[in-house]
């Protein structure tokens, strides 16, 4: 139950006065559907409105003046604004409506009357002008136009003006909740009280007090992230608590790790240690394995599943689309199968008898590893004992999703795999419930991947140098942005450049794949790559995870500046697997914005996913921190995941030391904190609501 503090800022926006049932939705668009939703709207930026004389005025500025109205104009003919012609002591201003308000306007401002006008001044050879002023009103209430004055996002039909009175009003709601900070830890960090920052964030009178590193906001996005790693901190709380049956180390493990064809790397042995202290805890295990591409994700998976298996209980793993899911299978059946444990693939293209059989051998238990995609998590699907589930590509799932295979056993254990590296920090934020692991090495002997740039201009002197390495038997990916011709972009289509290419190349040498074919066709294609039938794979980012050729050598890119640099370098990860060199051009539509160029530079610099991940969101800034808003980015009020980066790793910190000191949040700071929990209404199990 939340506090009853809190009960008017969780009435419904149209409670709020002049929100009639028109611009109700109106609102709710702009803001969201409660008066907690209009109080944290951010305003974009601050007009400043400067007291002038008309001789003064400035072309293009917003400035305020007090004239005389000295004769309505209404116009000459159709097209022409109604003007009102006023005056000060230095000169004449002329305001125009293009509206036909002329009645209106002379009725309620007469010649020879005063009046304070606001608005941005315009010049047309010797007249200066406002056209339809912000404000014209009489001398007596120049007090009601604001010196300084929030400019929030508007959409149609609702003006920045009516969401700043609203904000106003949902303001004068806010109680002065209980504090949950130290007044002297406050103080220490020269942070207003909530009340007082909330009040702030509405009345910026600077420059400075829009920006991201001012004392109010700070104090807001620290609020906003302590609540979120509260309930990320209890979650894995109540997880912990949770009881799973031990799941010892295995000999038979050990024996599918010696047969491998290579050594783990020391990051995979790591990592396989603190997966096996959580399964052989007792406790249910939730860790993310996140690793760069070609880091052997999959094997850590496998011989995790291995030992599960020696344990008598089974193994899921999901995958996001069939293709990745059958090369999983493909590369762990027979070292699996080499230690006697079965594994079955169950994708949705399975059908009848077939399908069948893979369900009985699930639920007696004769299959101890099921690969697949969502078909796993299907009703109809039985384990005898499921007691691990692996989720490759995370972020492609949804919360629910993820939750309904675990569901398919009792106590099941969740290992998360990512191929997407982040910063340090959004871990923090991204996966603050899970325990992660990085896979910060590559499997030795793999060659870096040889990246450079060009203008689109050399695209015949690449193609035929392309020609001439299909001919010797060398394969390529080429990537294009789109899958067909697009009237709104100017960039080449997959379809199109497939076209191109097999005049070049010859037909049979070029394959096309996208996401407009069916799976038996992208099947299809993708195993005449993988087996050499094609010289060179035309794709979308199709092809961004999960493809495994180790005989591709070559990645072409085409306009590169169009892609994320995170996106990037997945694709040029598809590259680069086996022992030959290979090598990664960018090919780019000149000219590069300095951004587009620093971020080709960064991909030539290195190919450390964790520091590109650094770079990208230096790069992209806080509105779309690394291509991450897919990945589970929550999407925030205040936080500004570059400029509060810092804030991260403390809110974290000091929501663990809170639950360490007070578990059940019963002290008084506790009860503050849990009004801070319903104000932002972050529930333990990390959803967000909308509160009734």
């Known amino acids: 139950m939340r506090p009853e503090i809190l009960f008017p800022l969780f009435a419904p926006a149209a409670s709020l006065k002049g929100v009639g049932p028109k611009i109700a939705p109106l609102v709710e668009r702009a803001a969201g559907p409660l008066v907690r939703d209009v109080l944290f709207m951010r305003p974009q930026s601050l007009i400043e409105r400067t007291r002038i004389t008309v001789a003064a005025a400035q072309e293009g500025a917003v400035q305020t003046f007090r004239v005389r109205i000295d004769a309505h104009l209404p116009p000459r003919r159709p097209g022409l604004p109604y003007s009102i012609r006023a005056a000060d002591e230095t ?366 201009t050399r695209l015949a002197e690449i193609v035929g140098r392309l020609r001439q390495a299909v001919a010797s038997g060398a394969q390529a990916f080429w990537i294009c942005p789109l899958v067909s011709e697009s009237e709104l972009l100017d960039v080449t289509a997959a379809e199109d450049r497939a076209v191109t290419l097999r005049q070049a190349l010859g037909a049979e040498r070029v394959g096309l794949i996208h996401g407009r074919l069916s799976s038996a066709e992208k099947d299809s294609v993708m195993a005449a790559f993988a087996a050499g039938e094609i010289g060179v794979l035309v794709a979308t980012t199709v092809v961004e995870v999960g493809v495994n050729v180790p005989n591709a050598t070559i990645m072409v890119v085409e306009h590169a500046e169009r892609f994320g640099l995170a996106q990037l370098h997945q694709l040029r990860g598809r590259v680069g697997r086996g022992a030959a060199q290979s090598a990664c051009l960018l090919l780019y539509d000149p000219p590069l914005s300095p951004t587009g160029q620093a971020r080709l530079n960064v991909l030539r610099e290195t190919e450390d996913g964790f520091l590109i991940a650094e770079r990208d969101l230096e790069l992209r800034g806080g509105g779309d921190a690394l291509g991450l808003r897919q990945s589970g980015l929550p999407d925030y009020r205040f936080v500004d995941p570059v400029a509060h980066r810092d804030l991260m790793a403390v809110a974290a910190d000091d929501a663990r030391l809170i639950l360490h000191r007070d578990p059940g949040l019963e002290s008084p700071r506790g009860q503050a904190v849990r009004v801070l929990q319903a104000l932002f209404d972050w529930k333990p199990d990390g959803s967000w609501s909308a509160a009734g």
């Open 91 to 456: 000169g004449f201003i002329f305001l125009n409506w293009f509206k036909g308000y002329g009645q209106h306007l002379a009725n309620s401002h007469p010649e020879g009357s005063w009046r304070v006008v606001s608005g941005k001044t315009e010049r047309f050879g010797p007249q200066l002008s406002i056209a339809h002023p912000d404000y014209l009103l009489p001398e007596e209430r120049a007090a009601d136009i604001p010196r300084h004055e929030p400019v929030y996002p508007t959409t149609a039909g609702l003006p920045s003006r009516t969401l700043r009175r609203l904000a106003q009003t949902a303001l004068e709601r806010t109680a002065a909740l209980p504090e949950w900070q130290d007044p002297a830890w406050l103080a220490r960090h020269g942070w207003p009280g909530w009340r007082e920052a909330i009040a702030a964030l509405h009345a910026p009178i600077s420059p400075a007090d829009l920006d991201e590193s001012s004392p109010a906001r700070r104090r807001l996005a620290y609020d906003e992230l302590l609540a979120h790693h509260l309930a990320m901190a209890q979650r894995k709380a109540e997880r912990r608590a949770s009881p799973a049956p031990p799941v010892p180390h295995a000999a038979a493990t050990d024996r599918i790790a010696e047969r491998l064809p290579f050594r783990l790397t020391g990051a995979q042995l790591r990592t396989l240690s603190e997966i096996g202290g959580d399964l052989g805890s007792g406790e249910r295990m939730s860790r993310l394995v996140q690793g760069d591409v070609g880091s052997g994700k999959t094997v850590v998976a496998m011989l995790a599943m291995a030992d599960v298996a020696a344990a008598g209980r089974q193994s899921a793993l999901m995958a996001p689309t069939e293709i990745l899911a059958r090369q999983h299978f493909e590369t762990l059946a027979e070292p699996l199968e080499s230690a006697g444990i079965k594994a079955v693939l169950l994708t949705g293209r399975d059908k009848g008898p077939g399908r069948r059989a893979i369900f009985e051998r699930l639920a007696s238990g004769e299959a101890q590893v099921a690969v697949g995609t969502h078909a796993l998590f299907q009703e109809d699907v039985r384990f005898d004992a499921l007691g691990l589930a692996v989720i490759d590509e995370q972020h492609r799932f949804g919360v629910s999703e993820r939750r309904r295979l675990q569901e398919k056993g009792e106590a099941v254990h969740l290992m998360a795999l990512s191929a997407t590296p982040i910063p340090r920090t959004l871990e923090l934020t991204l996966y603050g419930d899970l325990d992660v692991s990085r896979l910060d090495e590559k499997p030795p002997g793999r060659k870096p991947v040889i990246t450079t740039a060009a203008p689109n």
